[in-house]
């Protein structure tokens, strides 16, 4: 027995001195003074019921017992540090080459669900009228109150299927639409497909390389961004075109995209009023525009008969020809007036020198407050942060939230000051053709991006080169 147990403490101090001397270099490349990787180590050792403790630790990989052990100490320093076995070997690895470098850029894959084949459909619907919008009524008759409607190609989750009525949920509405102007799951995948709906990519892997050519070995034209969206132009095994926001095409790894179909969502009844009140709103400002242009032609057109009378009045001769003149010149002033206000900021107008910002705590909380409603839907003329708004609908009502009263759509394009696209700060407003954002540092903006996303965060490089920038926080 005292042989016996003699020769377990020889084991022992034979483990613990081959750990040591294999531990103590890998756990100086770290701070983990506060544990004992060896006392770890032990511990399972001594605590297994496997013939071979060791081998059972680190697999069979290792061939002696000193690479065991090592490889055990390894293993529980990595855990420790909160790194995979695969990062672990990859800090071993010193292959360095370009192409090593995509795979680590590229290296999570969309998990393919294979037991659907159009997983954008599972447990959902897609709208097959032919024309016009589906009623989505509050209960499951046809002379239910409308809740609100859904366009052809819409897509809504399944709650409740019924032989007649399946209560679903889209968007902000709920409620009940015939089975017969609908299709289920994978029906309403080939729906799509065999009605050419059109589809769209969602980037799944920032810095995903846009190639020339459907191949890892045609040339890389740009990268595109997490959550960013792309329309599809085509598709072929494994590789999908794409067209970029500039117009350019090129083609992307599909194992790093999800493709989906374009299947916008229901609006409430209470969505649908609030986008007629914003166009109602739009249309009304367009008249009193048209209106006042019109007023300022009728005065100077006036003014030049009432100057052509007096003319004629003192002279027989050559006053015919200086009235004339005198309205071209008031009409000539008016249509320069008239392009004053429907002036758009461009690339190559002057820029204001950028005031100098002392707003860091309330420029940070513009951006906390902003982050509040990502995934919230985008609505075409919405104002509302919840229920659903649009690119300067968003802008808008996180402005307000601050005191600041900034007008909708392309008033906000001349509002505060211009500013160069790089002395942008958090808080402030980018413009790209037909769009605004708002920065929020580190090279990124939030913004309400489309029906398809609703309210998200993208590299500020997202739609192509921005145009210019607006500094209204210190400027207002």
Known sequence: ????????????????????????????SGDFSDISISARVEEYIA????????????????????????????????????????????????????????????????????????????????????????????TADPEGEIVGTIDRAGIALVEEKGSEWTKVGSGNCEGYV?????????????????????????VQNSGLRVRKGPSTDSDILDAVYENETYSVLSQEEDWV??????????????????????????????????????????????????EAE?????????????????????????????AAERSKERIERTEEIKKENEKTITEDEEEEEAPVSTNGDLRASFVAYAKQFLGNPYVWGGTSLTNGCDCSGFTMRIYEHFGYSIPRAGG???????????????????????????YIGDGKVIHASSERVGIIISSLSYSGTPLFARNIIDAY
């Open 294 to 322: 019109a007023k300022a032609a009728e005065e100077a057109e006036e003014e030049s008969s009432d100057d052509n009378d007096d003319d004629n009045s003192s002279s027989d001769s050559g006053s015919g020809s200086s």
């Open 241 to 290: 075109e794409i067209e970029m926001y500039d117009g350019t095409t090129g083609y992307v790894n599909d194992d790093y995209v999800e493709v989906r179909f374009e299947t916008p969502k229901a609006k409430t009844v209470e969505e649908i009023a609030e986008m007629r009140r914003a166009e109602e709103e739009d249309a009304r400002r367009e008249k009193e525009r048209q």
């Open 47 to 138: 605590s297994s019921k496997a013939e071979d403790p060791v081998a059972e630790l680190v697999g069979t990989e290792s061939t002696t017992k000193t690479e065991k052990v090592a490889s055990a100490a390894e293993r529980v320093v990595a855990e420790k540090a909160g790194k995979s076995e695969k990062a672990l070997k990859a800090e071993k690895s010193e292959d360095t080459t370009e192409e090593a470098t995509e795979a680590a850029q590229e290296e999570t894959p969309v998990e393919k669900d294979k037991s659907v084949k159009y997983p954008q459909f599972k447990d959902r619907v897609i709208v097959t009228v032919d024309s016009g919008v589906l009623n989505i009524r509050e």
């Open 178 to 202: 015939k089975n017969e102007f609908i299709q289920f799951g994978d029906d309403a995948g080939e729906w799509a497909e065999n009605n050419n709906i059109p589809k769209y990519i969602k």
């Open 1 to 28: 027995m005292y042989k016996r147990s003699k020769k377990f403490l020889a084991t022992g101090l034979t483990t613990a001195f081959l750990i040591s001397a294999m531990v103590i270099p890998v756990a100086a």
């Open 412 to 438: 906000q394009r001349t509002f505060g000051k211009l500013i160069k696209v790089s002395e942008a700060q958090p808080g402030d407003l980018i413009f790209y053709s037909g769009h605004v954002v708002m």
